[in-house]
């Protein structure tokens, strides 16, 4: 009956085996594919072009994308849209109804032994690093750029490039539905709570718990949004230190 139920609990890795295989020797060199480190289950690869590495020892199955995670959320994989470089340090899961999406200028770096839960959107179009032993609650969204960017009024667009690194640091635990816009820096060993919203460099201690206080606030007049001219020029990876 032991072993019934352990082919039961891993039965998704059957499934997700054979594609697997095909996307380890589509992507990574033949020495590191042939153990199959990347298991993706039910993935829906949008393709790109882009890189993936592994960096230090590699085994069978140390990087899984798309496993199930939480009953909440459909289990429907990941999406994956790769045109820039994503590079692996060691062990990561990321859950189901997830989705990856690293720019042509993007760098999108994972330390070792990460946890991200369901529903993890990343968008990489500069500069994402996450650090070792993190984990990462359901429904959160960690986002380098603004995607357009703004004018004042007079029609001058503002100096902001409309995107800017963003690292979380070793330790760091972020709690559900939390949002990490550009420009954040999680310092390690920090708690950020569940539904807070991130976009800069916290000045704060290590082990500090981190979260937004609930009110509403204006926070700049004379700006909006020209539809028609707000394309952002992006001009390679621009990391902090």
Known sequence: MEILRKIWTFRWIFRALIPSLIF?????????????????????NLGGGGSYNIEGPVRFGMIML???????????GITLNNRGKITFKGKLTIGNCSALSVGPSGELTFGDDIIGSAELKIACYSSISVGDRVRIGWNTQIIDTDFHILKHRDGRKCQSKGYAP??????VWIANSCKLYKGTVVPHSCVVSADTVLNASLKCEPYSIISNDRKMVIRAEGFYRDVYDDQISYEGPDRQS
């Open 24 to 44: 380890n020797l589509r992507h990574l060199p033949f020495s590191q594919a042939i153990k199959v480190p990347i298991l993706i289950y039910k993935a829906e």
């Open 66 to 76: 798309g496993k199930r995670t939480v009953d909440l959320y459909p289990n429907s």
């Open 166 to 171: 963003v690292r979380i640091d070793n330790g």
